[in-house]
């Protein structure tokens, strides 16, 4: 036997020793709700209980299946199945034998452990983010060293900018703990995967940085094309990451890059390194844009189309660091929340033109 082969069948009689063990508990769980010793033995010990079996029940299926077979997206699914399956049978002997018993939150408990295993799963298997074409380190000191040439004089920004940030993203952050559950459950449901992507862009004086995103596409979404620039109606997007762009929910994590100084509320728009490279083949004025922090909000993305060109882009982030202030970016983060979830939901042929007449602004020379 090739040792390759004997290491893997170790491995998959050690998975199935675990499910054996796994099951043996849910099953003494089950038996003894027909004993009144049960009645000693509170809710919450029973759900907490639950929940780390049914845990370490669909990771070890989840395991066993990929040392068993080739490794399958589906398993991840067929795991929580197969969990919560097992818990609604040990559900229903709670009931039949224990009425009082916290049946309903005993089974949320197990299919709640039963999503964790193979998430967890999931993400050790394929990583818990996705660092799609990170850019080589030569284009990393070529895109840093033009900017040193390019850039221009460094900008000082409003002093209390910062502060502001800071309190806004850590407050934000805390409020969207919902949606970091709700968005990372529908992401994984639909593909299996990292929940976060990592799209390495250009930050402040020409330096390279890892934007946080939540994955709204495929995995290896660029494996055909290389990297290139997302478009609208992308057919490599997740039928849920349609949904996130359009309300531009995808952007939430980009929190954590304000909170660690990476990125600020407002400023311009992140771009990936590697296209920013190509752009300053071309236009080297285009670093002139990094003289500040990347925002969450742009004034480019809020008063212009979607495809607007690279030195469009330059035009609205040069006006945007000329006339920049705290009542401006306040201003521009009402007008990209009202553009996100009301305009672009409406039959406006232009929503943006609608915020560049709100804000008062007329399109700079390109």
Known sequence: MKPGMKSRNIKTAAWLLALILILTSILWIGVTSFQPTL???NDPVINW???????LLSFSIVRLLNHTYQSKTVYYRLAFFITLAIGSIQATLL???QPTCGVLSALLFSAAGGFLGSFIAANITLGWAENNAPPSPEIKKQVFDVHQLHMGPK??????KRLCDIVCAFISLILSIPIWIIVSVLIWWEDPGPILFVKNSVGRNGINFKQLKFRSMVINAEKDTGPISGYEKDARQL????VLRKTALDEVPQLINILLGDMSYVGPRPQRTVLVHKYLETLPQFAARHSVRPGLAGLAQVVDTYDITPREKLSWDLLYIQKANLWLDLR???AAFYLVFALRWRSHPEPELVIRRWLNFTKPES
Do not use: K
């Open 95 to 97: 009931f039949i034998n």
């Open 49 to 55: 209980a639950n929940f780390l079996i049914f845990t």
């Open 155 to 160: 900008v000082r920004m409003p002093a209390c």
């Open 39 to 41: 009645e000693s033995i």
């Open 332 to 334: 521009l983060v009402c």
């Open 239 to 242: 039928s849920f990451g349609s």
